[in-house]
């Protein structure tokens, strides 16, 4: 069975395989992967032992990026979250039920967020000390730019805290070159291609330092977390050994592939061959083919009578490969995720299982409903 779906994804045996240990996490076998390991994703996102420090946090990315927030951001402060899709609504109502405030603002659905709205947004409110940014929106598709709407940040003087969940690994990301950005959070089991269970932040120390106090929250504070390692300790409360060994594999297969720009490379492979096999099938993408990111892909719902996504879902998962059960756009499209441990191949055998799922359950006017 294929995990055609933007994370968790498909790992490789190897990976799976590293799971088979015991550790205990202080121990001596451990505590050089714990380390290593963070060596290891700093130096995936170009940052710096001298400014930045490389966290690792037991869970999934809603609990990193609430980290985040509370950790970097004072309570009752401000923070304008470009509307990108279903994730910056849910970094919105991370930030708001954490006590901050969430200043939402609009942009297209369907095409990069336009760095000249933000630079207006925070012209206009002095008092908005961050911006939030969904890299690549999970929801629709489309891949943000940091890089663009940094500079907006750093020329006025905010700071940015980058939700890099379904990015980090395959898209670029340069922290030395991005001194604006405090944080930016991912998890394990996306485009790194390791099993779910361990988050991660990138985090400016001095930017973490200035906030110590402010979490809230013992179990989602930073700089407690920062200052323990500082001093030279370990983890402060269980981490999840196993699922840390296995990333330490999957990123030794990043390093073969020829790090994120060839991941990029196959990534891309991959959504052209599900974005085009869609469309051979007479299915509608969501996104233009300019706009169409290589993390996920979105296909209209057909407007046949007899679609129906569960029945969809199952019959494609009768056929090898197992895709999202839910929508997450305001008009119904099916999602399909183009990473993991898969290549442009694996991809014409989803296209084939898609259409003769279609064909099975006799969908025969497949143009948006
Ligand atoms: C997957 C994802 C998350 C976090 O999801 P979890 O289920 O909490 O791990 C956050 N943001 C984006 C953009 C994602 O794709």
Same mark, same amino acid.
């Given at each position: 069975m294929k995990l055609l779906i933007p994370g968790p994804v498909t790992t490789h045996r190897s990976v799976r395989a590293a799971l088979a240990r015991d550790f205990a996490p202080w121990d001596a076998a451990f505590q050089p992967i714990y380390h290593g390991l963070r060596a290891r994703l700093l130096r995936l996102g170009n940052g710096a032992q001298a400014t930045h420090t490389a966290l690792i946090l037991p =869970?999934? =990315?809603?609990?990193?990026?609430?980290a985040a927030i509370r950790s970097l951001i004072p309570p009752g402060g401000r923070i304008l979250v470009p509307m990108t899709g279903a994730y910056a609504e849910r970094m919105a109502r991370l930030a708001r039920e954490a006590g901050r405030v969430p200043v939402p603002l609009p942009v297209s659905p369907v095409a990069p967020a336009d760095p000249d709205s933000v630079r207006r947004a925070l012209l206009a409110d002095p008092s908005l000390g961050h911006v939030g940014l969904v890299y690549s929106e999970t929801a629709t598709g489309v891949i943000h730019d940091p890089a663009a709407i940094g500079a907006v940040v750093r020329a006025l003087g905010r700071r940015m805290i980058v939700d890099a969940v379904s990015?980090? $690994?395959?898209?670029?990301? %340069?922290?030395? /070159?991005?001194p604006e950005i405090d944080a930016a959070v991912?998890?394990?089991?996306k485009c790194l291609e390791g099993i779910p269970g361990a988050a991660f932040v990138l985090a400016r120390a001095d930017r973490l330092a200035a906030g110590a106090g402010q979490a809230g929250s013992w179990s989602? %504070?930073?700089a407690d977390v920062a200052a323990r390692l500082a001093q030279g300790e370990g983890p402060r409360f269980t981490p999840p050994a196993q699922v840390l060994a296995a990333l330490d594999v999957a990123l030794d297969r990043l390093d073969?592939? =020829? $790090?994120p720009p060839a991941r990029l490379v196959r990534y891309r492979a991959n959504s052209r061959v599900l974005y085009d096999g869609m469309r051979g099938l007479g299915l509608t993408p969501v996104l233009a083919p300019h706009a169409q990111g290589p993390i996920v892909i979105n296909i209209h719902a057909p407007a046949d009578p007899?679609?129906?996504?569960?029945?969809?879902?199952?019959?494609?998962? /009768?056929r090898g490969f197992v895709i999202s059960n839910f929508y997450n756009t305001a008009r119904p499209s099916f999602r399909l995720g183009a990473i993991g441990a898969l290549r442009p191949a %694996?991809?014409?055998?989803?296209? %084939? /299982?898609?259409g003769a799922a279609l064909e099975s359950l006799g969908i025969h006017e497949r143009k948006a409903a």
């Open positions: =869970g999934c =990315g809603h609990f990193v990026t609430e990015a980090f $690994g395959a898209l670029p990301l %340069d922290l030395a /070159a991005q991912f998890t394990a089991n989602f %504070d930073l073969a592939e =020829g $790090g007899a679609w129906n996504l569960q029945a969809f879902v199952d019959a494609v998962k /009768a %694996d991809m014409k055998h989803a296209v %084939d /299982a898609i």
